[in-house]
C-alpha cells in the first residue's frame, strides 16, 4: 500500500497544526505510522491522496450515515448555497430540522440547536443544574461526553487510546462536582445516591457506549439507574450525540427502554456538518435563554449549512428506513469474525448495535470499561494494518466504535469479509 503523499502531507502539516491534525486520533498513535490524508469520498468508500480506495467504517466518526456525497444532501446543500449560509437570525430551516428531531423523540418538546456534541453537552449539564438547583453530576466510566473540562474524567475512547486517565490543564476544581459510577454496575451509582442524597443533578450516560468501543448496557442495570433517578430527583441526560438516528429513527434509548429528561445530538443530525443539540419537555427548557435565567448562545448556532444538511440526511434516512438492513448487515460481520476467529485461533468478542460494532481482542465478555481495557492493543494494531492493506478503513483505536452505512453494498462486505480473514491471520501470525 503506497502512503509516499500521505507522509509527506503528515510532515507539513506539523509545521503548523499540532501533531499535523486537528483531533489527536487522527494521528494514528495508537497504531503507529503515519495516518493517511483523505482526498475524497463517494457512496461506501473514501480515496486517500496516493489513490487507495477504502471501504470506510469511520463514517467522520458517525455523521455519515448516508455515506459520501449522498445525493439528497447535496442536491439541499447546493440551494442552500444560493441563498446564504450565515446570517446571526432564525431561518426556516432550524424550525423544519426541530420539527423533525422532536417529533423522532416524544419526551422531547423543544430543542435547542448548538455547535457540537461537546456544547451540547455542557449546555445540557448547566440545564439540569439550573432547573435542580443542585450540582453534582454522575458520570460513567469509559463514557466520552466531549472534551469540557468537568467531563474529562474516566472519558474513554480518545484518553483510552493514549492510556490517559485525564488531561493536563482541567483544574480539580472543574471536576469536583463531578463523580464516577462504572457502566452496568448498579451498586455503584447507589453508593453515589447515598454518599450524596441531596446533591446531585443529574447522571449522564451512552444508551450504547460507544467510546470504550462498542458496549451495550444490560436490562437491570437501565432498569435500576432510572428507579434510583426518580427516587431522588435526578435527572437522566442521554447523550446520544453519537447513537440519535443511527439505530432507528429516533433515540437508542427508546430501544433499551431508557427514558431521558434531557437528551443531546449531534453528528447525523448535521449531515457531515459542525451541529450539536439538546432538548426535553417544555417544563425543563423553560429554564433555557431567552425564555429562563440559563444562559447559552452561540454566534453560528443552527448555521443554515448544518441545518440543511441534517434536514436532508433525516429525510432521506426516513425515506430509506436502513435500520433493518443494517442489522442484517452488522450480524454478517459479527458471524464473520468468529467464523475466521475460530479458524485462526484468535481470541474475540463482538460487540455491536445497530449499525455499531466493536471487535474487541479478548476472551472475556466486554461490558464496561474496566473489561474493555483487557483487551489487546497489540493484536488491533496488527489488525488495523491488515485490513487497511486490503481496503478497509477502520478508526484507529480499538476504543472506537465502527459505523455502517447505507451505501454500503453487499459486494463491499464480501470484500471485507475477505478482509477480516486475512487480517485475522496477520493477528494469529504475529
Same mark, same amino acid.
Given at each position: 500500500?503506497? !502512503?509516499?503523499?500521505? %507522509?509527506?502531507?503528515?510532515a507539513k502539516a506539523?509545521?503548523?497544526l499540532?501533531?499535523?491534525?486537528?483531533?489527536?486520533v487522527?494521528?494514528?498513535k495508537?497504531v503507529?505510522g503515519?495516518?493517511?490524508f483523505?482526498?475524497k469520498?463517494?457512496?461506501?468508500?473514501?480515496y486517500?491522496?496516493?489513490?487507495?480506495e477504502?471501504i470506510?467504517f469511520v $463514517?467522520?466518526?458517525g455523521p455519515?450515515i448516508?455515506?459520501?456525497? *449522498?445525493? *439528497?444532501?447535496?442536491?439541499?446543500?447546493? +440551494? !442552500?448555497l444560493?441563498?446564504?449560509?450565515?446570517f446571526?437570525a432564525?431561518t426556516e430551516?432550524?424550525?423544519?430540522?426541530a420539527e423533525i428531531?422532536c417529533?423522532?423523540?416524544?419526551?422531547?418538546?423543544k430543542?435547542r440547536?448548538?455547535?457540537s456534541?461537546t456544547e451540547a453537552?455542557?449546555?445540557? =449539564?448547566?440545564?439540569a443544574r439550573?432547573?435542580?438547583?443542585?450540582?453534582?453530576?454522575i458520570?460513567?466510566?469509559?463514557?466520552y461526553?466531549?472534551h469540557?473540562?468537568s467531563l474529562l474524567?474516566?472519558?474513554?475512547?480518545?484518553v483510552?487510546t493514549?492510556s490517559?486517565p485525564?488531561?493536563?490543564?482541567?483544574?480539580?476544581?472543574a471536576v469536583?462536582?463531578?463523580?464516577?459510577?462504572?457502566?452496568?454496575n448498579?451498586?455503584?451509582?447507589?453508593a453515589?445516591v447515598e454518599?450524596?442524597?441531596n446533591?446531585?443533578?443529574a447522571m449522564?450516560? +451512552?444508551?450504547? *457506549?460507544g467510546n470504550?468501543g462498542?458496549?451495550?448496557?444490560e436490562p437491570?442495570?437501565?432498569?435500576g439507574i432510572?428507579?434510583?433517578?426518580?427516587?431522588n430527583n435526578i435527572?437522566?441526560?442521554?447523550?446520544?450525540?453519537?447513537?440519535g438516528?443511527r439505530s432507528?429513527f429516533g433515540?437508542a434509548?427508546?430501544?433499551i427502554?431508557?427514558?431521558a429528561d434531557?437528551?443531546t445530538?449531534?453528528?447525523?443530525?448535521?449531515?457531515?456538518?459542525?451541529?450539536? %443539540?439538546y432538548g426535553?419537555?417544555?417544563?425543563?427548557?423553560?429554564k433555557?435563554?431567552p425564555l429562563?435565567?440559563m444562559?447559552? %448562545?452561540? !454566534?453560528?448556532?443552527?448555521?443554515?449549512m448544518?441545518?440543511s444538511a441534517? =434536514?436532508a440526511t433525516?429525510k432521506?434516512?426516513?425515506?430509506q428506513?436502513?435500520?433493518?438492513q443494517?442489522?442484517k448487515?452488522a450480524a454478517?460481520?459479527? +458471524?464473520t469474525?468468529?467464523?475466521? %476467529?475460530?479458524?485462526?485461533?484468535v481470541?474475540?468478542?463482538?460487540n455491536?448495535?445497530g449499525?455499531?460494532l466493536?471487535p474487541?481482542f479478548t *476472551?472475556e465478555?466486554?461490558t464496561?470499561?474496566? !473489561?474493555a481495557?483487557?483487551a489487546?492493543t497489540q493484536?488491533?494494531?496488527?489488525?488495523f494494518w491488515?485490513?487497511m492493506?486490503k481496503?478497509v478503513?477502520?478508526p484507529p483505536?480499538?476504543f472506537e466504535?465502527?459505523f455502517?452505512s447505507?451505501a454500503m453494498? $453487499?459486494?463491499?462486505?464480501?470484500?471485507v469479509a475477505t478482509?477480516?480473514d486475512?487480517?485475522?491471520q496477520q493477528?494469529a501470525?504475529s
Amino acid at each position: 500500500m503506497k !502512503t509516499t503523499k500521505s %507522509a509527506e502531507l503528515y510532515a507539513k502539516a506539523q509545521q503548523h497544526l499540532v501533531g499535523g491534525v486537528n483531533s489527536p486520533v487522527r494521528a494514528f498513535k495508537s497504531v503507529g505510522g503515519s495516518p493517511i490524508f483523505i482526498e475524497k469520498g463517494l457512496g461506501s468508500k473514501i480515496y486517500d491522496v496516493d489513490g487507495n480506495e477504502y471501504i470506510d467504517f469511520v $463514517q467522520a466518526y458517525g455523521p455519515m450515515i448516508l455515506g459520501h456525497r *449522498a445525493p *439528497a444532501v447535496e442536491s439541499a446543500l447546493e +440551494e !442552500t448555497l444560493k441563498v446564504g449560509y450565515a446570517f446571526g437570525a432564525t431561518t426556516e430551516l432550524e424550525i423544519q430540522l426541530a420539527e423533525i428531531v422532536c417529533d423522532a423523540f416524544p419526551h422531547m418538546d423543544k430543542v435547542r440547536f448548538v455547535n457540537s456534541g461537546t456544547e451540547a453537552v455542557f449546555s445540557a =449539564l448547566r440545564l439540569a443544574r439550573a432547573y435542580t438547583g443542585k450540582d453534582k453530576i454522575i458520570k460513567f466510566s469509559g463514557c466520552y461526553h466531549g472534551h469540557a473540562d468537568s467531563l474529562l474524567v474516566a472519558a474513554g475512547s480518545g484518553v483510552a487510546t493514549f492510556s490517559l486517565p485525564d488531561s493536563k490543564g482541567v483544574p480539580a476544581d472543574a471536576v469536583k462536582n463531578t463523580i464516577i459510577a462504572e457502566y452496568n454496575n448498579l451498586e455503584s451509582v447507589k453508593a453515589l445516591v447515598e454518599a450524596f442524597p441531596n446533591d446531585i443533578a443529574a447522571m449522564i450516560i +451512552e444508551p450504547i *457506549a460507544g467510546n470504550m468501543g462498542v458496549v451495550l448496557p444490560e436490562p437491570a442495570f437501565i432498569e435500576g439507574i432510572q428507579k434510583l433517578a426518580r427516587e431522588n430527583n435526578i435527572l437522566i441526560i442521554v447523550d446520544e450525540v453519537m447513537t440519535g438516528f443511527r439505530s432507528k429513527f429516533g433515540g437508542a434509548q427508546d430501544l433499551i427502554g431508557l427514558k431521558a429528561d434531557i437528551t443531546t445530538f449531534g453528528k447525523i443530525i448535521g449531515g457531515g456538518f459542525p451541529v450539536g %443539540a439538546y432538548g426535553a419537555r417544555d417544563e425543563i427548557m423553560q429554564k433555557v435563554s431567552p425564555l429562563g435565567d440559563m444562559y447559552q %448562545a452561540g !454566534t453560528l448556532s443552527g448555521n443554515p449549512m448544518s441545518m440543511s444538511a441534517g =434536514l436532508a440526511t433525516l429525510k432521506e434516512l426516513k425515506k430509506q428506513n436502513p435500520y433493518a438492513q443494517f442489522e442484517k448487515n452488522a450480524a454478517f460481520l459479527e +458471524e464473520t469474525f468468529y467464523q475466521a %476467529a475460530k479458524k485462526h485461533g484468535v481470541d474475540i468478542q463482538v460487540n455491536r448495535f445497530g449499525s455499531m460494532l466493536t471487535p474487541f481482542f479478548t *476472551a472475556e465478555k466486554v461490558t464496561n470499561f474496566k !473489561t474493555a481495557q483487557q483487551a489487546d492493543t497489540q493484536k488491533f494494531k496488527t489488525f488495523f494494518w491488515a485490513m487497511m492493506e486490503k481496503g478497509v478503513f477502520l478508526p484507529p483505536s480499538q476504543f472506537e466504535s465502527w459505523f455502517l452505512s447505507s451505501a454500503m453494498t $453487499q459486494e463491499d462486505l464480501q470484500k471485507v469479509a475477505t478482509a477480516i480473514d486475512y487480517a485475522l491471520q496477520q493477528v494469529a501470525n504475529s
